[in-house]
């Protein structure tokens, strides 16, 4: 069974960092692209950033490009975010999401279940 | 902001046929394929539809998607209960270099 398990969200305040993680299972990770997607509390879905197969090529929304950063480890089937200068519109629901392909360009076809990052005083 | 417009909500009763529309540009809907996601309340997004009209294995196929130049829908044919949720249509944008979302469609069934 394919299965995406993220971790790390928590509280933080603003301007501090956080590293979300996402742990893959049941796929042969390093054939896909991941993607981070979040949603903030009663809100849309919102494209985060894209990691193709083999961390070559990396990819940001202009809300978070300079401060977020997405790598991977395919020794170790896990995708991370690092997340710099937080502020208040960071807070969401953090989706760790597979692509169908190995560049990313076709969109996710499998969802983790997500971990809160709230950026708070 | 979403480059991908849907309207905000949708009804309709039981059995009905129910239609949201996705409305992008050149850049995305236009050169690229288009999926479409569904959100139960609580629930993370599930694939419904990818690459414009094809349907994943479990989907029932009362879920059709379609596109034409820079828009696109997704039409739910014979409407139930379960399928009250959010959808949200997307797609690869070549100016933005990035993946965009539509602002997503309520469904209500009444």
């Known amino acids: 069974e394919v299965q995406l398990v993220e971790s790390g969200g928590v509280v933080v305040q603003p301007g501090g960092s956080l590293r979300l993680s996402c742990a893959a299972s049941?796929?042969?990770?390093?054939?896909?692209?991941m993607h981070w997607v979040r949603q903030a509390p009663g809100k849309g879905l919102e494209w985060v950033s894209l990691?193709?197969?083999?961390?070559?090529?990396?990819y940001y929304a202009d809300s978070v490009k300079g401060r977020f950063t997405i790598s991977r480890d395919n020794s170790k089937n896990s995708l991370y975010l690092q997340t710099n200068s937080l502020s208040a519109e960071d807070t969401a629901l953090y989706y760790c999401?597979?692509?169908?392909?190995?560049?990313?360009?076709?969109?996710?076809?499998?969802w983790g279940q997500g971990t809160t990052v709230t950026v708070s005083s | 902001q979403s480059v991908l417009t849907q309207p905000p909500s949708a009804s309709g009763t039981p059995g009905q046929r129910v239609t949201i529309s996705c409305s992008g540009s050149?850049?995305?809907?236009?050169?690229?394929?288009v999926n479409w996601y569904q959100q139960l309340p609580g629930m993370a997004p599930k694939l419904l539809i990818y690459?414009?009209?094809q349907r994943p294995s479990g989907v029932p196929d009362r879920f059709s998607g379609s596109k034409s130049g820079t828009s696109a829908s997704l039409a739910i044919i014979g409407l139930q209960s379960e399928d009250e949720a959010d959808y949200y249509c997307?797609?690869?944008?070549?100016?933005?270099?990035?993946?965009?979302f539509g602002t997503g469609t309520k469904v209500t069934v009444l």
């Open positions: 999401a597979k692509d169908s392909n190995s560049l990313g360009y076709y969109g996710m076809d499998v």
């Open positions: 049941g796929f042969t990770f390093d054939d896909y692209a």
């Open positions: 990691v193709n197969w083999d961390g070559s090529n990396t």
């Open positions: 050149s850049s995305n809907i236009g050169s690229n394929t």
């Open positions: 690459r414009n009209n």
């Open positions: 997307a797609a690869w944008d070549d100016r933005l270099n990035g993946y965009v």
